[in-house]
């Protein structure tokens, strides 16, 4: 409920940022991607880990809707009776003079505001019984208020706070407006606008059910804070980012996300730390020691992942995929393939598998200056990747014998 000031999400956010790239002796280490495509969804093409600002920011956004939505609970009556002085002509009532927690809220407006999603566009109202909604300053009936599409008329409108219920009444079926003013139209403008205003609002037919207040950008059009947070996450992405659609979730996620950063091109090979200030002597593949060693090498160009590819192919008895150039195109590639939507999906498990451990075998070699024959890396993807579908697919009737040979059509419908 209270707006968390910028100072406290920033030291928030530099904890959890602290948690996932790791800090030493005071200093961090290298932080591989922007902490803001880390918290963007992932439908957005980020990390998905959440944004805690917008979270903030939804949860006082809902006590906007609330004070509309639920106009009897005490909570809506006593903030009406400490900040309403029926004077403002604003969403909700704000009384300057009082500091906390009600000012807290009406200022996360200005902060959606500032992030292009205006609060008083978003909360709508499907009309009920009009109790809910004032006549001249919600929006209800058209795309604006009446009070900004009548002005003649509202200016001589007695209670401009008035609710829709209490110019409505329903005789015989029909509904039957009563508008008092304090004198009647005069000019020849006031009475067109008069005019209009009672035809556009006697298409609205009020009912015994509740004014139903609800979030304009929701599929739906229902309120709720994830609808809110979403918007803001949407919001915050300037640029269009293309989306990761290759999670699986038969991989387990240290190893989905060892893909996701390769193909970002974020991985620690040595181009990439060089360009990120590092000082390294030896720019050359670890491995095959002839090319410098950037993340299409490592994954694709090196002639012992070459080697990898073409085993895992054959093993697959599919195309040969060594002739992909980088880790996108791999992972995109069981896609091409035919075959049923959960045999691809496995062929995508042991792509992954098999980038897993051509970055582990990497690192054997240069920390540990032992190099694995493609027979062993060959064993160990065979290995994951059953263990991962066995234990993270609901797939029956995959037994190892028939793995060894990858005879699995049959049983993956
Ligand atoms: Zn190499």
């Not at 969804?41 to 979270?55: F, I, V």
């Not at 003013?181 to 067109?192: L, V």
């Not at 390769?262 to 491995?287: D, Q, T």
């Not at 080697?307 to 697959?316: A, F, H, M, T």
Request: proline content about 2%; charged content about 30%; overall charge positive.
């Amino acid at each position: 409920m209270f707006l968390a000031p910028k100072k406290v999400i920033k030291a928030l956010e530099a904890i959890r940022r602290d948690f996932i790239w790791g800090r030493k002796a005071g200093k961090h280490k290298i932080r591989w991607i922007a902490w803001s495509q880390m918290t963007r969804d992932r439908a957005l093409g980020g990390m998905g880990l959440g944004n805690l600002r917008n979270t903030n920011l939804a949860f006082m956004t809902k006590w906007w809707w609330k004070y509309k939505a639920k106009p009897k609970e005490l909570w809506t009556r006593v903030i009406k009776a400490i900040h309403d002085n029926n004077r403002s002509y604003k969403l909700i009532p704000s009384n300057k003079k009082v500091a906390g927690v009600w000012k807290d809220i009406t200022k996360a407006g200005k902060e959606l505001e500032s992030m292009g999603v205006s609060i008083t566009d978003e909360l709508t109202v499907e009309v009920g019984n009009g109790k809910a909604i004032k006549f001249w300053l919600d929006r209800w009936s058209g795309d604006r208020s009446l009070k900004d599409a009548y002005p003649g008329i509202f200016k001589i409108a007695e209670n401009k706070h008035a609710m829709v219920a209490d110019y409505v009444t329903v005789l015989q079926n029909e509904n039957q407006w009563f508008i008092t003013c304090t004198r009647p139209p005069n000019t020849d403008e006031e009475w067109s606008q008069w005019a209009n205003l009672l035809q556009q609002i006697n298409g609205t037919r009020v009912s015994g059910k509740e004014d139903r207040w609800g979030w304009k950008s929701d599929s739906k059009g229902i309120f709720s804070v994830a609808a809110v947070r979403n918007q803001l996450n949407k919001a915050e992405v300037n640029q269009e980012v293309e989306e990761w659609k290759l999670w699986n979730k038969w991989v387990p996620p240290k190893a989905n996300y060892f893909s996701w950063r390769a193909a970002l091109e974020k991985i620690s090979v040595k181009r990439e730390l060089v360009r990120r200030g590092m000082n390294i002597s030896n720019v050359l593949c670890p491995r095959c020691g002839v090319s410098e060693e950037t993340v299409d090498h490592l994954i694709c160009e090196c002639r012992v992942s070459q080697r990898i590819w073409v085993e895992v192919s054959k093993w697959l008895k599919v195309p040969s995929i060594s002739g992909r150039r980088n880790c996108k195109e791999l992972m995109e590639h069981c896609y091409t393939l035919k075959g049923s939507g959960d045999w691809r999906k496995i062929i995508n498990v042991v792509i992954q598998a098999a980038l897993w451990n051509i970055w582990k075998s990497r690192n054997d070699k240069e920390f540990e200056g032992h190099l694995r024959n493609e027979k062993e890396i060959l064993d160990n993807i065979m290995e994951d990747s059953f263990i991962w579908v066995k234990t993270r697919s609901k797939i029956q009737g995959i037994v190892w014998e028939r793995w060894l040979d990858f005879n699995i059509r049959d049983v993956v419908s």
